[in-house]
C-alpha cells in the first residue's frame, strides 16, 4: 500500500498510473511521450550483442561469467566457500502478460562452476528444484538457506553430490502467503530475501522481520529484527545494514535493528539513515516502458529522471577495484538498465554519499532487456551483477494499460528463459582464480580474517563459527593483537560465535586504536552482562562513556549500556549526552534502552546538570507507557518545577497528543496540574472519573458478520501488501510510509481514501500536520472486493473507529474516476468532500 511496495521481486518499479480490472474497465491508454521513431530496437539479443551495448565507467570494463543456457532468469547469487556460484533461478515469473502459471513449480536453485579458470563459468548443476517463484539461497553448514516465501528451508548435502537431500523447514512466515480460496491474490512483490551472514554471525535478510543463528546440524535460533527494504541487503566494515526502496536507492540502519525494537515507549527511535543523494539517473536508452514515463515532469530527453526500481545497493569492501572504490555503494536500476555509483563519507556523524560521476553512471545499457537485480563481490575481488534479461519484469499487480498495450507493441513477453552474469574488474586486471576455502582447515582459514578482500574475511569467518574448532581459539585470541584491524574485528566476532570471548581479550580490545574494533568490542560486551564479570563489564563501558570521541563508537556505548538496565549506565549516559551535544543519533540510542526506567532518569535529569536533551523524549516515554501511576507521579513533578522545565516538560509529554485521543489514560483523579494554563492538549490525554464526555462523541457501531469477515481478509491482505512499508503496527516507516494510526487520510473521507488505493497518491501529503513526500502506486488491480477489506480493515484497526468500507463502495468509485489515468495529489484530493 506505500510508494515502495511494487518492487515485485528485484525488479518490479512503479509501473502504473490507473489499475484496470481484467475484463476491462474502459480506460483511456494515455499517449507514450516518447515518439515510436525514437524507441530503439526492443528484441533479446545473444550475451556477445548486449556486451556491446554497455557503457561503463573509464578505468573499468565489463566481462561475461555466465549465460543461457547455463543459468536461466537469474534473479540473486552468492558465492559458496569452494569458489562455486549458488543462483536463485525464478523461471516461473510472468509466463504471459497476465501472469498465469505462476504457482508450477518450476523454479531452482544452481550452482555454476568454472572447471578450468579462466574466469567463465562452465558447469551448471541442480541443487533444488520444483520451486514454486524461489527468493533465496544462502550456503550454509553442508548445505544452504533457501527460501520460496511464505517458506524458509534448510537444505543439507550430506552425501556430497551436489544435489539438497532434503528440506528442514526453518520458517514458515518469510513472505505473504496466498489468501485461502483466492489465488488471484497471490502477491510475489513480498518475501524475505538477500540473506547475509552478517558481521555478528546474525542472518538478516532484506523484507523479512527475523534473524536466524546458526546452532549447528541443521538447527538455527530465531530472533526478532526490523522489516527493512525491499531488494537487497549488503553490509559495511562497521558491520551496518544497507538496503533500499524502488524510489529512494541507498538506505541503511545505522544501528542494529534490534536496539530500535526494545523500547515501546519511543517509537521514534530507530537508527534508520538515508543518507543524503541525488536520486537521479542518467540512462543512455529513451525509457518509455517505465513507471510515469508519460507525465512529462517525469522526463528529461525522453528518460525517467529519478530512479523507479532501485533495489540490490551493494558496499563494495574487495580488494580488485582501486583504492578510491572501497566502501562505495553501488545500487542497480532494472527499469532503466544502469547500476550507479555513490561515494560515501561520514561528516558530522552522518553518512552522505555522493554521485561518483557527473551526469553518467558506473554502467549503463541501451538494451531494453538488460535487467541488473542484484550484485556481489567475488572470490577475486570483481564487482558480479546479475541480469534478469527479460522484456517484461512488471508483475500483473502493478501492469497498468499503458504498460500492457507498449509490452504487446514491443513483443517484451518473450522470450524468457534468458540471463547473464557479469563480471566488472579494472581494465588492467588479471585473472584470479578462486580459492576453495571448503578445504582449509581451520588453523590455515584464521589468518584470512584479515584477508583484504571481504569475501574472505566473512567465509572465513562464517565457515570458524560453524567448525567452532576449539583448537583455533589460541590464534584468534592472538589475532586480536594483530597488526590489521579488520583483522582484529574479525576475530573478535569469530570468537563471540563460537562462544569463546574471554573478557580480557575483549577489554583489550575496547582500548584499540581502530573505531571498528572498539565499536565491535563494545558490543560484544553486552555478553557479559549476565556473567561473573558485570560490574567489570558494566564500570568499563561507564568509563569509556567519558572518553571515546568517535561518535559511531559513542552510538554503540548507548546502545549497549542500555542493556545492563543500570541506573548508573543510564545516569553515566545522560552525563555523555550533555558532554557530546552535536551527536546526530545519541539521543535516539540512549532512549531505545530505557524501557520501564525513563521516570526514575527524567527525575536524575530534573536534579542535577546532567541529560538536559533527554528530558522531552523522557517525558514523552512516560505517556506512552500510559502507566496511570507513573504518568501521575510525572504530572506532579511537571506541577512543583519551574516555568523554563514545565514548558519542556509538557511539550515532551503532549508531543504524540493525537495519538492519545481514544486510547487515553485512565487516571484516579483530575491532576491539579490541569488548573495551570497552557495544558489543554494534556487535559485531551487524559481521562478520569466523572471527566465530561466530548459533546458529539458517538461510540463506533459494532461490524456486521460480513463486515467482520471483511475485515480479516483486509487483516490478511495488509499484512502481505502494506506491512513491509507502513509498518504491522501502523506507525508507518520514516521517509517511506506515512503512519497510518489516527492519520486523517484513514479515519476521514473514505471517497478520499478509496482514490488513494485505487490510482494512488504523489507529492507531498499532510499526515497529522507532518508532510510527506510520496510516489504511492495504485492498488486498483486487487479488485473492488480486496481493496474494501483492505479500507475496511485500517479504518477499524487500532481503535479507530471510522465506517467500513462496502466492495459496492469501491466499484461505485471506481466507475466514477474510470476516465482518471494520473494518481492524486493533496491538492485534488483535498477538494474532495
Excluded at 532468469?73 to 504471459?96: C, H, K, N, S, T
Excluded at 538488460?370 to 501492469?399: C, E, K, M, N, W
Aim: net charge neutral.
Amino acid at each position: 500500500m506505500s510508494l515502495s511496495r511494487i518492487l515485485a521481486l528485484p525488479v518490479l518499479f512503479l509501473a502504473s498510473t490507473v489499475f484496470a480490472q481484467k475484463g476491462g474497465s474502459g480506460l483511456e491508454v494515455p499517449p507514450s511521450l516518447v515518439p515510436a521513431e525514437l524507441v530503439p530496437d526492443t528484441r533479446a539479443l545473444s550475451a556477445e550483442e548486449e556486451l556491446k551495448t554497455f557503457q561503463v565507467a573509464p578505468g573499468y570494463r565489463v566481462e561475461l561469467a555466465a549465460s543461457e543456457p547455463l543459468v536461466g532468469d537469474p534473479i540473486f547469487a552468492q558465492f559458496g566457500p569452494d569458489g562455486r556460484m549458488w543462483v536463485v533461478e525464478m523461471l516461473g515469473y510472468m509466463p504471459d502478460i497476465h501472469g498465469n502459471r505462476e504457482d508450477e513449480p518450476v523454479g531452482r536453485i544452481v550452482i555454476l562452476a568454472d572447471s578450468d579458470g579462466d574466469g567463465r563459468f562452465d558447469q551448471s548443476k541442480v541443487f533444488l528444484d520444483q520451486l514454486i517463484m524461489p527468493r533465496t539461497v544462502l550456503p550454509v553448514g553442508d548445505g544452504a538457506l533457501v527460501g520460496a516465501p511464505p517458506m524458509l528451508w534448510y537444505c543439507p548435502d550430506k552425501n556430497g553430490d551436489g544435489k539438497a537431500d532434503e528440506k528442514i523447514v526453518v520458517a514458515q512466515d518469510a513472505g505473504a502467503q496466498t489468501i485461502p480460496g483466492r489465488p488471484e491474490l497471490a502477491n510475489p512483490e513480498h518475501g524475505a530475501n538477500s540473506p547475509l551472514w552478517a558481521l555478528d554471525n546474525w542472518i538478516y535478510f532484506a523484507e523479512y522481520a527475523a534473524r536466524f543463528r546458526w546452532r549447528g546440524a541443521g538447527a538455527f535460533e530465531r530472533s526478532l529484527s526490523s522489516v527493512r527494504g525491499q531488494y537487497g541487503l549488503s553490509q559495511d566494515d562497521f558491520g551496518r545494514l544497507f538496503y533500499n526502496y524502488n524510489s529512494g536507492h541507498l538506505q541503511g540502519d545505522m544501528w542494529p535493528s534490534h536496539y530500535r525494537l526494545r523500547n515501546p515507549h519511543y517509537a521514534k527511535s530507530g537508527g534508520r539513515i538515508a543518507p543524503p543523494v541525488s536520486q537521479a539517473v542518467w540512462p543512455i536508452r529513451v525509457t518509455p516502458g517505465t513507471n510515469r514515463a508519460y507525465i512529462p515532469e517525469n522526463m528529461a530527453g525522453h528518460k525517467i529522471k529519478n530512479f523507479t526500481a532501485a533495489c540490490s545497493p551493494w558496499i563494495y569492501r574487495g580488494d580488485l577495484f582501486p583504492a578510491d572504490a572501497l566502501g562505495n555503494a553501488f545500487a542497480c536500476e532494472p527499469a532503466l538498465h544502469l547500476v550507479k555509483r555513490d561515494i560515501m563519507t561520514l561528516e558530522k556523524g552522518k553518512l552522505v554519499a555522493r554521485e561518483a560521476y557527473q551526469q553518467r553512471e558506473f554502467l549503463a545499457s541501451t538494451d531494453e532487456r538488460f535487467r541488473p537485480v542484484s550484485l556481489t563481490t567475488g572470490p577475486d575481488g570483481a564487482l558480479y551483477v546479475i541480469d534478469f534479461y527479460r522484456g517484461i519484469i512488471q508483475h500483473r499487480i502493478s501492469l497498468s494499460p499503458y504498460l500492457e498495450k507498449y509490452i504487446q507493441e514491443h513483443d517484451l513477453v518473450e522470450p524468457r528463459g534468458l540471463g547473464r552474469i557479469w563480471r566488472i574488474v579494472p581494465e588492467n586486471a588479471k585473472k584470479r582464480p578462486a580459492p576453495n576455502l571448503a578445504k582449509m582447515d581451520s588453523a590455515g582459514l584464521v589468518p584470512l580474517l584479515a584477508h583484504t578482500n571481504s569475501w574472505h574475511r566473512e567465509t572465513a569467518q562464517r565457515l570458524l563459527v560453524e567448525r567452532a574448532d576449539i583448537a583455533t581459539v589460541p590464534a584468534l585470541e592472538a589475532l586480536t593483537r594483530g597488526e590489521a584491524a579488520l583483522g582484529r574485528m574479525h576475530a573478535l566476532w569469530t570468537l563471540d560465535g563460537m562462544g569463546k570471548s574471554p573478557w580480557p581479550v575483549v577489554e583489550s580490545a575496547l582500548a584499540d586504536a581502530d573505531a571498528r574494533v572498539r565499536n565491535s568490542a563494545v558490543r560484544i560486551a553486552e555478553g557479559f552482562f549476565a556473567g561473573d564479570v558485570r560490574a567489570a563489564a558494566v564500570s568499563k563501558l561507564i568509563a569509556l562513556s567519558t572518553t571515546e570521541a568517535d561518535s559511531q563508537v559513542q552510538t554503540q556505548i548507548a546502545l549497549t549500556l542500555g542493556e545492563a538496565k543500570d541506573s548508573k549506565a543510564d545516569q553515566a549516559l545522560a552525563a555523555m549526552a550533555s558532554r557530546v551535544t552535536d551527536h546526530p543519533y545519541l539521543v535516539e540510542a540512549l532512549l531505545s534502552g530505557v524501557k520501564g526506567r525513563e521516570l526514575e532518569l527524567l527525575e536524575h535529569c530534573l536534579t542535577t546538570s546532567s541529560g538536559k536533551t533527554l528530558i522531552p523524549g523522557l517525558a514523552g516515554c512516560v505517556a506512552a507507557e500510559r502507566n496511570p501511576a507513573r504518568v501521575t507521579k510525572l504530572l506532579t513533578i511537571v506541577e512543583m518545577a519551574g516555568a523554563t522545565p514545565r514548558k519542556v516538560l509538557l511539550a515532551g509529554f503532549a508531543a504524540d497528543a493525537a495519538d492519545f485521543t481514544r486510547r487515553t489514560v485512565k487516571l484516579e483523579a483530575r491532576p491539579a496540574l490541569l488548573d495551570t494554563p497552557g495544558t489543554e492538549k494534556v487535559a485531551g490525554m487524559l481521562t478520569w472519573p466523572g471527566k465530561p464526555v466530548p459533546a458529539g462523541f458517538k461510540p463506533p457501531r459494532a461490524l456486521t458478520a460480513d463486515e467482520q469477515g471483511r475485515f480479516e481478509m483486509g487483516k490478511a491482505l495488509y499484512a502481505g501488501i502494506c506491512a513491509g512499508c507502513h509498518q504491522p503496527s501502523g506507525s508507518g516507516l520514516d521517509g517511506i510510509a506515512p503512519p497510518l494510526v489516527d492519520s486523517e487520510w484513514v479515519t476521514g473521507s473514505p471517497e478520499r481514501l478509496s482514490r488513494i488505493v485505487l490510482h494512488g497518491v504523489r507529492g507531498y501529503l499532510t499526515v497529522k500536520k507532518r508532510r510527506h513526500q510520496l510516489d504511492m502506486p495504485p492498488l486498483g488491480a486487487l479488485g473492488d472486493e480486496p481493496l474494501s477489506a483492505i479500507l475496511t480493515y485500517i479504518r477499524r484497526e487500532w481503535e479507530h473507529g471510522a465506517e467500513p468500507i462496502s466492495p459496492d463502495f469501491m466499484k461505485a468509485v471506481r466507475e466514477k474516476e474510470s476516465r482518471r489515468t494520473d494518481s492524486w495529489t493533496e491538492q485534488e484530493l483535498l477538494k474532495i468532500p
